[in-house]
């Protein structure tokens, strides 16, 4: 038996290829996209601590997957409060827009159509804009969506923080 091929890019300066051809920059950016697309994944059906082991791994919780949609998008709409807390906390913009098929908008609309009234006072506590529209600005803002359900506690907690 002969010994297992080194993993292309290993060991090498950046810039440099392996045996394969790919530069350590483009190693790095697959590694990257594979990353945040399982954090997508366990913010939308895993646990807060598999949300905090892939953060560690390096994920970006700023970075959209291929499709568009975010993690903290992901996270909100699904209620998951602990999840969207640690994406928060690890540096997610909380009035970013989600742009992925079925997953447009922001987080604090998408948990407010729910009535994810937790959720909702997680993004309200790390900055999230009540009174922000999505759809850049053209859309429905989360008071809208909130009455919409309805969802009074969430009615409620929006009007708190100044929604109109």
């Keep these: 038996?002969?010994?297992?091929?080194?993993?292309?890019?290993?060991?090498k300066r950046r810039g440099e290829r392996g045996r394969?051809?790919?530069?350590s920059a483009t190693?790095?950016?697959?590694?990257?996209?594979?990353?945040?697309?399982?954090?997508?994944?366990?913010?939308?059906c895993g646990t807060a601590r598999d949300v905090d082991r892939l953060l560690r791994a390096g994920a970006d919780p700023a970075k959209a997957d291929a499709e568009g949609t975010t993690p903290l998008y992901t996270a909100c709409v699904h209620g998951a409060a602990d999840s969207a807390r640690r994406l928060l906390e690890a540096g997610a913009p909380p009035d970013a827009?989600?742009?992925?098929v079925g997953a447009e908008g922001t987080a604090l609309c998408?948990?407010?159509?729910?009535?994810?009234?937790?959720?909702?006072?997680?993004l309200l506590?790390?900055?999230?804009?009540?009174?922000?529209?999505?759809?850049h600005g053209?859309?429905?803002?989360?008071?809208?969506?909130?009455?919409?359900?309805?969802?009074?506690?969430?009615?409620?907690?929006?009007?708190?923080?100044?929604?109109?």
């Design 1 to 11: 038996m002969g010994r297992a091929a080194p993993v292309s890019g290993a060991g």
């Design 20 to 23: 394969a051809g790919l530069t």
């Design 27 to 44: 190693v790095n950016r697959r590694r990257q996209k594979k990353l945040t697309s399982r954090l997508v994944t366990a913010a939308l």
């Design 97 to 100: 827009e989600s742009a992925g």
């Design 110 to 122: 998408a948990a407010a159509c729910w009535g994810h009234v937790e959720t909702v006072r997680v």
């Design 125 to 135: 506590a790390h900055g999230a804009d009540p009174g922000l529209r999505e759809d």
């Design 138 to 164: 053209t859309g429905l803002t989360p008071l809208a969506w909130a009455t919409a359900g309805p969802h009074p506690e969430t009615i409620a907690v929006l009007r708190a923080a100044g929604a109109r």
